[in-house]
């Protein structure tokens, strides 16, 4: 409470940087600055936040429902990789090269084109140049750069602190204005409760106050079986099993959430999102987990940590690491629309 109280304190600054994103929003829409619109389809998939809506599962649905009817690739910035410039992921590729959502993409979908750079709009042509058989192209987090008009946009709100109710940076966690909702073609309230009522879906839509051609939608999180981080078995949490969480990631809240319900306790190790593991972090991770008393104890960590943590392979390779998936599931019967929706998009699109 004493951190929100603090946030309010911030206002004034978020009014002025919510006047410069507002300004440079009108500019893009007078045509004085200009974004480039391609004869070739694209989705994007974004968030008015900082974070934490869910963009990388559901880049990593729409891969799935796409990739085997369409040459599909994924192009990202790749958020804290050491390199730089336009690179397609490879065999030999690390997470360090391409950033650690990219990297977990590459591993669950080895066939797919996955590519990163910072400037899309350079990018793109670079990737239909490299793989001129692609046939679809996602981008992941790119709502809000408008230098690149995507054919289809998806906006992802959580439930738990839906856009309609937030603030602007620094005293709330937008990065872009509200109005800029009606880009959207497809709005996806993510992360809700699983018995999520009609009535209450109706009340969200009127808050939410789409316009004619948006579609909104809800979807929950689905968490599947644990699997080890190199040998990829896969176990059951037991509700008396020892559990120390290690996780990176924006808003682990839904997670912590989950194992509330599921194991008797656990213990936790949270440090900042995207955050590039190091020896003395390995050195925590091992002490925390000695202090666990019991048997039967691991550690779990997220998909997005576990591509950050392979590289201590020689360390953690006899050591009880496991790695939680995580999934969209849309609630009220409604996959099927979304999903005749986004490939009508495609098959329309390339008529």
């Known amino acids: 409470m004493l951190l929100k109280s603090f946030r309010y304190l911030l206002l004034p600054i ?10 440079r929003n009108k500019l893009f829409d007078k045509h004085i600055l200009k974004s480039s ?6 989705i994007c998939v974004g968030n008015l936040a900082t974070g934490g809506t869910g963009k990388t599962p559901m880049t990593e649905y729409l891969v799935r429902l796409l990739k085997n009817d369409f040459k599909t690739a994924t192009l990202s910035r790749g958020y804290k990789r050491k390199t730089e410039g336009f ?4 065999e030999k590729t690390t997470a360090l090269e391409i950033g650690d959502e990219p990297m977990q993409f590459h591993q669950k979908f080895p ?14 042509p670079q990737l239909l140049h490299q793989r001129p058989e692609t046939e679809v192209i996602i981008l992941d987090d790119a ?11 998806i906006l992802l709100t959580d439930y738990s602190n839906l856009y309609t109710r937030d603030f602007i940076l620094p005293a709330g966690d937008l990065r872009d204005v509200r109005s800029s909702s009606r880009r959207a073609d497809i709005i996806i309230v993510t992360k809700c409760r699983t018995d999520l009522t009609e009535e209450e879906k109706r009340s969200l839509i009127k808050e939410i106050k789409p316009a004619e051609h948006q579609a909104v939608y809800f979807t929950t999180i689905v968490y599947g079986k644990p699997y080890h981080l190199f040998t990829k078995e896969e176990i059951d949490i037991e509700p008396d099993c020892g559990i120390l969480l290690v996780c990176g990631i924006a808003n682990p809240k839904p997670l912590k959430e989950h194992l509330a319900r599921h194991a008797d306790s656990y213990d936790m190790l949270r440090y900042a999102d995207h955050h590039i593991f190091h020896s003395d972090d390995l050195q925590d ?12 104890k691991v550690v779990l960590t997220t998909e997005k940590d576990a591509v950050r943590l392979e590289k201590f392979e020689q360390d953690l390779k006899d050591f009880p690491v496991y790695v939680i998936p995580i999934e969209h599931r849309f609630l009220f019967n409604e996959a099927d629309n979304f999903n005749v929706a986004t490939r009508s998009f495609i098959k329309n699109f390339r008529k």
């Open 87 to 90: 690179a397609i992921a490879n």
């Open 111 to 124: 066939d797919v084109t996955v590519a990163v750079g910072e400037e899309r709009i350079v990018a793109i």
């Open 14 to 23: 978020s009014w002025l940087y919510g006047a410069v994103i507002w300004l």
């Open 285 to 296: 991770i091992r002490q925390q987990f000695k202090k666990i008393k019991s048997d039967n």
């Open 37 to 42: 619109s391609f004869s070739f389809p694209i």
């Open 143 to 153: 709502f809000q750069h408008r230098q690149v008009r995507a054919g289809l946009n």
